[in-house]
């Protein structure tokens, strides 16, 4: 009889408490916003010049449309890279304001984030070292420094590492039924020892811009000092019959894979960005994204890089 009274009186509460559940709104609405640093320097052949994109953060029910898009850049901030006891002072420039021969040299440094012309309805800007004196090396630390028109400061540092490349590629066909007009791409490398290696890769095809795909980053924790072969997923290129077959290669397409070193807490950053986006769904757990940014959020990171061109056969 006591376990039925205590079944019972279970019941009852379990019911008052779902008869008593309300909707939870997270208090964000009134949280200040947050500057958001996305910046890089790359030592190695055909590296891109050093910049700087600086944003604000939005509230979490913003609506975005191309007035959201005109409020989010920080203009009139002081963005200077000091290396070696010298300090080079940074620029800002914003797409409409740039004759043909600029913005042609702006796209190539905006190339992972698509084709800007005059179609483009909002003004994209970001700070970049006029004078491109500002080159990255190997073994050398650069620290960022912003300082808002609002008397914010925000300062950041990277290291450019010893570069690792890759000793060779290859296509294979893929395991399942996958159609034969697909292929997988599958690399070498030889990982140093006993020095901690962290990498990162991007890909295009046909000339396509370079975009990094989920799983972009790796550490040597697992294979320091051996050599071993590893697959080398595509990066999203919105093709119905690839996306079907996650990560393959069309045959006949060139493909261009760019191939780079990081530092730790550069690497720490994409490597939590990354799960986060991996780890979807109502039971999965949040993990801070990892900054290397003092007063801010988001990244400056150094890249020592190399590049690798090869045809889908």
């Known amino acids: 009889m006591r376990t039925f009274v205590l079944f019972l009186s279970i019941c009852a509460v379990g019911f008052f408490l779902l008869s008593c559940e309300k909707e939870f709104i997270p208090e964000v609405a009134n949280q200040p916003d947050q500057i958001v640093v996305e910046g890089y320097i790359e030592a190695g052949p055909s590296s891109l010049p050093p910049y700087i994109i600086l944003t604000k953060t939005l509230p979490f029910f913003s609506a975005i449309g191309r007035e959201t898009l005109n409020e989010i850049f920080l203009r009139d901030a002081q963005v200077s890279v000091e290396v ?4 080079y002072e940074f620029e800002e420039i914003c797409w409409t304001e740039l004759d043909a021969a600029q913005r042609e040299l702006l796209q190539q440094v905006l190339g992972q984030f698509g084709n800007i012309d005059d179609s483009v309805d909002f003004e994209f800007c970001l700070y970049i070292d006029p004078s491109f004196r500002l080159q990255g090396e190997v073994g050398k630390t650069y ?13 950041a540092q990277t290291s450019i590492p010893p570069h690792v490349g890759l000793d060779s590629l290859r296509f294979k066909v893929p395991a399942g039924e996958v ?15 006993p020095q901690i290696d962290f990498y990162r890769y991007f890909t295009s095809t046909n000339g396509s811009p370079f ?15 051996q050599s071993f072969e590893f697959p080398l997923p595509q990066a999203e290129t919105f093709d119905a019959e690839v996306d079907e077959f996650f ?3 069309r045959v006949g397409d060139t493909v261009d894979i760019k191939w780079a070193n990081i530092d730790q807490p550069h690497f720490d950053f994409w490597n939590t960005l990354e799960f986060n986006v991996f780890n979807q769904g109502p039971f999965s757990n949040y993990t801070r994204i990892q900054t290397n940014v003092e007063g801010g959020l988001g990244i400056w990171g150094g890249y020592s890089i190399s590049f690798y061109t090869i045809v889908v056969e």
């Open 84 to 87: 070696d006891g010298e300090s």
């Open 247 to 249: 990560g393959l290669y």
């Open 211 to 225: 975009l990094a795909p989920l799983g972009s980053v790796a550490d040597d924790k697992l294979f320091d000092g």
């Open 143 to 155: 620290s960022l420094r912003i300082q808002t028109a609002e008397g914010q400061e925000l300062r």
């Open 179 to 193: 159609p034969d007009t697909l292929k997988e791409l599958r690399a070498f490398i030889s990982d140093p020892s």
